[in-house]
T-cell receptor, first 112, second 110 residues
Framework: NAGVTQTPKFRILKIGQSMTLQCTQD?????MYWYRQDPGMGLKLIYY???????DKGEVPNGYNVSRSTTEDFPLRLELAAPSQTSVYFC???????????FGQGTRLTVV | QKEVEQDPGPLSVPEGAIVSLNCTYS??????FMWYRQYSRKGPELLMY????GNKEDGRFTAQVDKSSKYISLFIRDSQPSDSATYLC??????????FGTGTRLLVSP
């Protein structure tokens, strides 16, 4: 029972580099989300998707991009990494808006 | 004012104590209320899910919703060291995305 799988688990980036955080779910969920979690700040929504081909901005989208070409995959792209993007990133999915969201184990990103 | 307010803690209790974790909210349209538990360096996992007002019990855990006061609680009976984690409340109207509290860190000492 894989659920939501995120890769990589850890990454160190230099300022200005780019990378893609991968997220895959095997529950056939329509809704997928990317959050970042900073100490004492809770979960902040970066982007979300309500189905393949449909994405929308959350609270803190600047510096990030997403795509949703399939139901299963929802990668998050960081262009021109900045120290402010040092955080733990969580991908999540849910069947509908008002049902349980399942989370991945997170990607711990440090930008130096 | 944040939509959902939650005391960050930490809340320290001895093993066996009854723990009360709380959130207040401002949006009266919220109908679905959840509690997530997050262990250190792990993703959040759903602990309790309630719809509208009332109580829901699951083992040592009881979730309580008071919509008139815009206040939700999670009670943990006979707390164990393994309950040490951060507890996040979350809620939504059913037509929008989940809104999370910032989380309360709970420490249960043996």
């Amino acid at each position: 029972n894989a659920g939501v799988t995120q890769t990589p688990k850890f990454r160190i980036l230099k300022i200005g580099q780019s990378m893609t955080l991968q997220c895959t779910q095997d529950m056939n969920h329509n809704y997928m989300y990317w959050y970042r979690q900073d100490p004492g700040m809770g979960l902040k929504l970066i982007y979300y998707s309500v189905g393949a081909g449909i994405t929308d901005k959350g609270e803190v989208p600047n510096g990030y991009n997403v795509s949703r070409s399939t139901t299963e995959d929802f990668p998050l792209r960081l262009e021109l990494a900045a120290p402010s993007q040092t955080s733990v990133y969580f991908c999540a999915s849910s069947g509908t808006l008002n049902t349980e969201a399942f989370f991945g184990q997170g990607t711990r990103l440090t930008v130096v | 004012q944040k939509e959902v307010e939650q005391d960050p803690g930490p809340l320290s209790v001895p093993e066996g104590a009854i723990v009360s974790l709380n959130c207040t909210y401002s949006n009266s349209a919220f109908q679905y209320f959840m509690w997530y538990r997050q262990y250190s360096r792990k993703g959040p996992e759903l602990l309790m899910y309630t719809y509208s007002s009332g109580n829901k019990e699951d083992g040592r855990f009881t979730a309580q919703v008071d919509k008139s006061s815009k206040y939700i609680s999670l009670f943990i009976r006979d707390s164990q060291p393994s309950d040490s984690a951060t507890y996040l409340c979350a809620m939504n109207t059913g037509f929008q995305k989940l809104v999370f509290g910032t989380g309360t860190r709970l420490l249960v000492s043996p």
